[in-house]
Structure formats: structure tokens, C-alpha cells
């Protein structure tokens, strides 16, 4: 029998507060600890957050990717993006994967939330672990390896720092890998309401 982390993934569920058990845990590696705000860098928050579109953002000039880079420049900015929540997934490595969008069938972007068991060092894990609950809370605490497409997009406001991913063909990533990771917030946000 496998262990019980293969158990999950062969499954392709997780179920309840989408947190994985220490024992469990395949954290990343990629400029992870820029993408879990455990670098040391402070990080740019205004109050509130400045409101940017996922066009606003899909339209920065992305730096050069490269692995050892630290935050800097626009990665610094905490920013809040008010659109739909189109489809969410579990990474490998624990983050809750997420597409928005301006519209409910626009151009899309992603947004992830570290597992804070994966970023017990950075001073936004509590943060992290609301936004994750209150994503649960808000499409059903259900998630699998593979996208789970809303049919019906809820309506969010997404706070969060601006981060770079480099391009490697992944399902709704903007142009220009911008992303928002990690994701400090993540709040219903009806019709009519602004950032």
C-alpha cells in the first residue's frame, strides 16, 4: 500500500480545511521562498491595497525569469484584483491553484495560495491559511490534482503580491506570468462593488 500522500493524489481529493499533514507536505522550489514571503522582503501594502485589472496586471513588461532573482520592482506591490473565480486545483507542492478573471469569460490569470505549513516562516501565514478557508468556504472544500472549472464564476476580491512565474505553458496563465502569489485575502465581492 502507498503512502498516504499517494493515497490522496491517486484519490485527487482533498477534503475540508485544504490543509496536508506535515508528513504529507512536498513543498516547492522554484524562488519559493519569494513566493511564500519567507525571503525577508517587505513587502508593499497599501490601505487599502491599490486596485489593478487582470489586464492592468497581464500588461506589466515581465523581468527576466531567473531562479535566484528576489523580489523586487513590481513583486513588491501588495495589489487587489475584483473578478471572477473561474476554476481552482491543488498543487504538488500545496499551493491552491486559482484562475481569475475581469469577466466571467475573459482573459484569465493565476492567483495562488501557499499551504502555511509550507511558509511557517512568513509573518502572512495566518493570512494565507483565512484566504484558503474562505476559498473553501466560497466554492466548496473540494480539490483535486486537475482544474475544477465553476460553472457559475463567484464574483471575489483578490489581494495579493505581484509575482513573475516564468512561462512553461501552464493552463490560464497570463502572457506574461504574472501572477498574484502568495494570496493574502480572498473575500466575496458582489455585483456592483468596487476593489
Known amino acids: 500500500m502507498g503512502s498516504p500522500r499517494?493515497?490522496?493524489?491517486?484519490?485527487?481529493?482533498?477534503v475540508?480545511?485544504?490543509?496536508?499533514?506535515?508528513?504529507?507536505?512536498?513543498?516547492g522550489s522554484e524562488r519559493w521562498?519569494?513566493?511564500?514571503?519567507?525571503?525577508?522582503?517587505?513587502?508593499?501594502?497599501?490601505?487599502?491595497?491599490e486596485v489593478r485589472t487582470v489586464a492592468q496586471l497581464s500588461a506589466l513588461e515581465a523581468p527576466?525569469?531567473?531562479?535566484?532573482?528576489p523580489r523586487e520592482g513590481e513583486e513588491l506591490n501588495v495589489v487587489a484584483v475584483v473578478g471572477y473565480l473561474r476554476a481552482v486545483k491543488l498543487e504538488e507542492d500545496?499551493?491552491?491553484h486559482a484562475l481569475i478573471s475581469d469577466a466571467p469569460d475573459g482573459l484569465t490569470m493565476v492567483v495562488e495560495i501557499p499551504d502555511p505549513g509550507c511558509a511557517a516562516r512568513s509573518p502572512y501565514k495566518d493570512r494565507m491559511a483565512a484566504a484558503r478557508a474562505a476559498t473553501a468556504k466560497l466554492v466548496g472544500a473540494v480539490f483535486g490534482r486537475k482544474f475544477r472549472t465553476l460553472t457559475t464564476p463567484?464574483?471575489?476580491r483578490v489581494v495579493g503580491a505581484i509575482f513573475?512565474?516564468?512561462?512553461?505553458?501552464?493552463?490560464?496563465?497570463?502572457?506574461?506570468g504574472v501572477e498574484l502569489h502568495p494570496v493574502l485575502d480572498l473575500t466575496p465581492a458582489p455585483e456592483g462593488s468596487g476593489g
Not at 480545511?17 to 506535515?22: D, E, K, L
Not at 527576466?64 to 532573482?69: G, H, I, K, M
Open 6 to 14: 499517494a493515497l490522496v493524489v491517486m484519490a485527487g481529493l482533498v
Open 16 to 27: 475540508g480545511a485544504v490543509a496536508i499533514p506535515a508528513e504529507e507536505r512536498l513543498c
Open 33 to 49: 521562498a519569494v513566493k511564500t514571503a519567507t525571503d525577508g522582503t517587505q513587502l508593499h501594502e497599501g490601505a487599502p491595497p
Open 64 to 69: 527576466r525569469y531567473r531562479e535566484a532573482r
Open 94 to 96: 500545496g499551493d491552491l
Open 154 to 156: 463567484p464574483r471575489v
Open 164 to 176: 513573475f512565474d516564468k512561462l512553461h505553458g501552464q493552463t490560464g496563465m497570463a502572457g506574461n
